[in-house]
């Protein structure tokens, strides 16, 4: 079983949905959880960086990380043509090696 | 501010040929990354630097080597490429050992 499982897709939605993309991790001492977008031949960017449990957020942007459950998410409102990317979670507990997930691949569609 | 930066951008190498990817950054980091993607696979950590003067494997070390030639540059060896070795590898920087790391573009690498 890999550390952390996240959905490829591909995921398509129409423009102005909310987006829900997920991940689940095995190890519970993760407490660092980021996610990562990647658009088509670019390199990953942060975009979003938690600790512990709790909500974040950050213009259309929401992270979310549920420790009990080992669950994390990353919520887009009002999606647009331009959020179509590939999104990475990535998560690390203390000075542990960065994790990340395989990515799931996003379509806004106009 | 140039961040990550990574050369060359493409090769098309033939197996058994050996070259070298260069990156550089010019965030002050102290710690170095070199991670492979592949479809499916999602990024996959090949070495790293924690700090200057230091390296170590990561999950897919096999086939590569590196060099932290100072605080600003890492560099990733393939001595004898095979066809294994197409795919897309990123450098990434961060300030700590595991902190947020920033990526170049990436060097798409292809094997014949």
């Known amino acids: 079983q890999k550390e952390v499982e996240q959905d490829p897709g591909p995921l398509s939605v129409p423009e102005g949905a909310i987006v829900s993309l997920n991940c689940t991790y095995s190890?519970?001492?993760?407490?660092?959880f980021m996610w990562y977008r990647q658009y088509s031949r670019k390199g990953p960017e942060l975009l979003m960086y938690?600790?512990?449990?709790g909500n974040k957020e950050d213009g259309r942007f929401t992270a979310q990380v549920d420790k009990s459950s080992k669950y994390i998410s990353l919520f887009i409102r009002d999606s647009q043509p331009s959020d179509s990317a590939t999104y990475l979670c990535?998560?690390?507990?203390?000075?542990?090696?960065?994790?990340f997930g395989q990515g799931t691949r996003l379509t806004i569609n106009p | 501010n140039a961040g990550v930066t990574q050369t060359p951008k493409f090769q098309v190498l033939k197996t058994g040929q050996s070259m070298t990817l260069q990156c550089a950054q010019d965030m002050n980091h102290n710690s170095m990354y070199w991670y492979r993607q592949d479809p499916g696979m999602g990024l996959r950590l090949i070495y790293y630097?924690?700090?200057?003067?230091?390296?170590d494997k990561g999950e897919v070390p096999n086939g590569y080597n590196v060099s932290r030639l100072n605080k600003r540059e890492f560099s990733l060896r393939l001595e004898s490429a095979a066809p294994s070795q197409t795919s897309v590898y990123f450098c990434?920087?961060?300030?700590?050992?595991?902190?947020?790391?920033?990526f170049g573009q990436g060097t798409r690498l292809t094997v014949v």
């Open positions: 938690t600790y512990s449990s």
């Open positions: 990434a920087s961060s300030l700590g050992a595991w902190t947020e790391a920033f």
């Open positions: 990535a998560m690390k507990g203390g000075a542990q090696k960065l994790v």
């Open positions: 190890n519970s001492a993760f407490q660092y």
């Open positions: 630097s924690a700090s200057e003067g230091t390296t």
